[in-house]
């Protein structure tokens, strides 16, 4: 089942384009990731289709998924690693899309929280400073938020960037189970093409055009990734 179709997408930044012509789709239980050297468009189109940054073309929600549905997690900044707030209170505003006028969360979305951060594993540090954990620790308490506000579909930017291999192949295999157990459908960006191919079903080239969009085991054949078979994470 179709959720998102994108026609003929387009991003400039101060006359320079930064997408051009893009088109692909992201199906139900798709785990998506877009590729590509730095520069190349990848969080740019990320944004266009979170509505973050203007664009031309046509991208359209299928089977009643709203922008409001997605879940997002960028890039980390140096200042978001510094948050002096504990795991929980970082987790909870991935509601905050639900509220409307309210001024307090419901029980039902404070459970969801709970419920979030114990598919990341994050029950026993709840209460502890986001400030004080582990980078991995950090990550993993940004995805749930992430996920806390997601119906279907989550959006990452780069999750494992600055993480060392080992707590890289962790937060990749947090994702994968919250795709394939879970039944969330995974959007990530990566510069990982190894790690990408062998984790992901489908890929999504960037060169500022598409250069390939299909199944993960077909670019892996057309590129020549012998790793997809022998390595990688």
Same mark, same amino acid.
């Given at each position: ?8 997408? #387009? ?13 692909? /789709? ?9 590729? @590509?050297? &730095?520069?190349?468009?990848? #969080?740019?189109?990320?944004?266009? =289709? ?8 046509? =991208?359209?929600?299928?089977? @009643?998924?709203?922008? /409001? ?8 900044? $140096?200042? $978001?690693?510094?948050?002096?707030? #504990?795991?929980?209170?970082v987790v909870l505003p991935g509601c905050l899309n639900r509220? @409307? ?23 026993? +540090?709840?209460?502890? /400073? ?7 620790? $950090? ?12 119906? *279907? ?7 494992? &960037? ?7 192949? $962790?937060?990749?295999?947090? +994702?994968?189970?919250?795709?394939? *157990? ?10 990982? +093409? ?5 984790? /992901?079903?489908? +890929? ?13 085991a077909e670019y892996a054949s057309k590129f020549g990734y *012998?790793?997809?078979? &022998?390595?990688?994470?």
């Amino acid at each position: 089942m179709e959720l998102i179709s994108a026609k003929n997408v #387009s991003v400039k930044y101060d006359a320079r384009a930064a997408v051009r012509g893009a088109s692909f /789709s992201v199906s139900e239980g798709d785990y998506l990731c877009i590729v @590509g050297e &730095n520069g190349t468009g990848k #969080s740019t189109l990320l944004k266009a =289709i979170l509505g973050l940054v203007r664009y031309e073309g046509e =991208i359209s929600f299928e089977n @009643g998924l709203k922008r /409001s549905d997605l879940g997002y997690l960028p890039q980390q900044t $140096q200042v $978001q690693k510094g948050f002096p707030a #504990s795991v929980y209170e970082v987790v909870l505003p991935g509601c905050l899309n639900r509220l @409307g006028r309210r001024l307090f969360y419901s029980a039902e979305e404070k459970d969801d929280a709970r419920e979030s951060m114990r598919l990341l594993g994050l029950t026993d +540090i709840a209460n502890r /400073s986001y400030r004080e954990l582990s980078g991995g620790q $950090q990550q993993r308490t940004l995805v749930a938020r992430a996920v806390c506000s997601a119906k *279907k579909m989550i959006f990452l930017d780069e999750p494992v &960037n600055g993480l060392d291999p080992t707590v890289s192949r $962790q937060m990749y295999d947090v +994702i994968g189970e919250l795709n394939a *157990k879970q039944g969330m459908t995974v959007v990530m960006v990566s510069h990982d +093409i190894d790690s990408a191919v062998r984790r /992901s079903n489908m +890929i999504l080239h960037m060169d500022t055009e598409v250069r390939f969009f299909g199944p993960s085991a077909e670019y892996a054949s057309k590129f020549g990734y *012998k790793f997809f078979q &022998n390595g990688g994470y």
